[in-house]
């Protein structure tokens, strides 16, 4: 069975099928936060999605990091670092990209066992 979480318009936040979780990119929702908030934003809309779908970050097997200012690595990973379940770090690439909205400086999408 299929399970589609937080639907919008054109996407789903999150599909569970087959026991795995797949993420859609999440964002942050205040675009006003600098590189480390807006990444505790969208690490806090993870925990949300992984929990409606009754699984947690411990659970997560690969996530991906979209920044559009690679030099802002640093600041990324002092919100990832603060969040990150230290036993269970899941596979990750971070890379340099161009967004959708230029407001965005951050863009998450990951996939967890459920």
């Known amino acids: 069975m299929t399970r589609r979480y937080a639907e919008e ?3 789903s936040g999150a599909v569970h099928h087959g026991g795995v979780l797949y993420l859609a990119g999440q964002v942050a929702d205040d675009t006003t936060l ?3 908030g807006q990444t505790a934003d969208i690490l806090r809309q993870i925990d949300a999605l992984l929990a409606e779908a009754g699984t947690d970050k411990t659970k997560l097997l ?9 030099t802002e690595s640093a600041a990324m990973n ?8 230290k ?3 899941p596979a990750r690439a971070t890379v340099e990209a ?17």
């Open 9 to 11: 318009e054109r996407l």
């Open 34 to 36: 600098d590189t480390e």
């Open 62 to 70: 690969s996530v991906q990091i979209f920044l559009t200012d690679i």
């Open 78 to 85: 002092r919100a990832w670092d603060a969040w990150l379940d």
């Open 87 to 89: 036993r269970h770090k």
């Open 98 to 114: 161009k967004l959708v909205n230029p407001d965005w400086k951050v863009e998450i999408t990951a996939i967890a066992a459920c």
